[in-house]
């Protein structure tokens, strides 16, 4: 069988901005082509602090914030989102994540997963958010 190879170069990075990004080695936002993804985003600030500590609606609200302005830095929108991931360490938050969800996302209409976890990665954390767009 023949060997099937590609390039794909990375267009653009988006810094993570977190105390935490050069450690682990990631990136908010990386465009390829057509494709941006996003990484896991919590509710934190540049210096690590935890906005709305365990509330789940103000956690998402912050978190669809601070994604719109990284993905806008490759030139994408939320109309560009064609899937959503959230994660939640407790699944009873759904209604309150989805309400957040829905205000952004409720005529765009992505693919979406809502998935309980055991824990974030500091305890006020209660949602985390991933997201997968298409640029034509």
């Given at each position: 069988?023949?060997?099937?190879?590609?390039?794909?170069?990375?267009?653009?990075?988006?810094?993570?901005?977190?105390?935490?990004?050069?450690?682990?080695?990631?990136?908010?936002?990386?465009?390829?082509?057509?494709?941006?993804?996003?990484?896991?985003?919590?509710?934190?600030?540049?210096?690590?602090?935890?906005?709305?500590?365990?509330?789940?609606?103000?956690?998402?609200?912050?978190?669809?914030?601070?994604?719109?302005?990284?993905?806008?830095?490759?030139?994408?929108?939320?109309?560009?989102?064609?899937?959503?991931?959230?994660?939640?360490?407790?699944?009873?938050?759904?209604?309150?994540?989805?309400?957040?969800?829905?205000?952004?996302?409720?005529?765009?209409?992505?693919a979406?997963?809502?998935?309980?976890?055991?824990?974030?990665?500091?305890?006020?954390?209660?949602v985390?958010?991933?997201?997968?767009?298409?640029?034509?």
């Amino acid at each position: 069988m023949a060997e099937l190879t590609a390039s794909v170069s990375v267009n653009m990075h988006v810094d993570g901005n977190r105390p935490w990004a050069s450690i682990v080695g990631y990136s908010r936002v990386v465009k390829m082509g057509n494709l941006v993804e996003v990484s896991g985003t919590s509710s934190t600030t540049r210096d690590g602090q935890v906005i709305s500590p365990n509330d789940a609606y103000g956690q998402m609200k912050y978190i669809l914030e601070e994604v719109e302005k990284a993905i806008a830095q490759v030139g994408a929108t939320y109309q560009n989102t064609i899937r959503t991931r959230v994660f939640m360490t407790n699944i009873e938050d759904w209604p309150a994540v989805a309400k957040a969800h829905g205000e952004v996302f409720s005529k765009i209409l992505p693919a979406c997963s809502f998935v309980e976890v055991s824990r974030l990665m500091l305890p006020e954390l209660c949602v985390e958010f991933e997201a997968t767009l298409w640029m034509p």
